[in-house]
């Protein structure tokens, strides 16, 4: 049924990219969630098959670590007057979560309604959870870097303008830091994404900005040389834009090949994302990572189990 549904949306995506300035960009930005979704459907099943051994395992071990002795683990834990943090173990999953747009479209899963939203990020503050920044969970990854066990990363990808005008507000009132991949041909080009002066904004208050290609292709369609020029240019847009070093890539409807990982390490950056619906872990590989999809229509009971159970039922 899904794939009677699927071609014309396809068809209508490739018609609208051809045409920058359609008028119907609502339908195109609707499109890139959608496929995403789609795509991380049936990723899922496959890495839910022979991944949840391990996770498993993994997540039996629960070795603490202080925040002032980074590196060494042992099961101290710290105290203040009012909160206990717990630090996690080496080489465990972190919930990385991956949204889209914070605003209702009807029918549209990956698009989060904005009470949502607020609803899950009051969660997040009221069970006292850290927002990681990427740069926190690569240390966290490669040099054992301390971070609480109850972790998240807030990652929003192709980098819509409710993101500024929606999450954003939610994201300050609650202290927390969160990371947007943008589409940099996007920037002051398509309505219904960020400018560059909210890009800029954004990066000066917490909000890591990172890569997501040029142009949003499959890059797993395209040549090497294609490819090098998606994930190149936009890392150089951006860089120059922000004046900062872009480390971090999401994959376009999380489609790669063994060209993209070459390249991705050859153009420096660090960790890279994929849309396959389970924590991000070392063991994914670094520039393979996954990520927890919560749907626009979940009710919070989703967002709890997804964030506190490794081992969730990722089909839906
Ligand atoms: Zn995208």
Known sequence: MQKKIIFPVLLSFLLLCSCSNSPTVQNTDSTVVKKEKQNNTNIDKEKSENSNTEIEENSTKNTDKPANNPGINDNATVNNPTVTTTYKAANQGVPVIMYHSIAYEEGNPARLPVENFKAQMQYLKDNNYTTLTLDELYKYYTEDYP????????????????????????????????????????????PGYLNSTQVKELNANGMSIECHTVDHPHLDQLTVDQQKLELENSKQAIEKLLNKQVKYIAYPYGGYNQDTLSLVSQLGYSLAFTTDGRWSEKSDGLVTLDRVYISGFAPLEKFITRITDPNYDNTD
């Open 147 to 190: 971070i609480p066990e109850k972790s998240v990363v807030l990652t929003f990808d192709d980098g819509y303008d409710d993101n500024y005008t929606s999450a954003y507000p939610i994201l300050k009132q609650f202290g927390f830091k969160a990371t947007i991949f943008l589409i940099s041909d996007f920037i002051d080009k398509m």
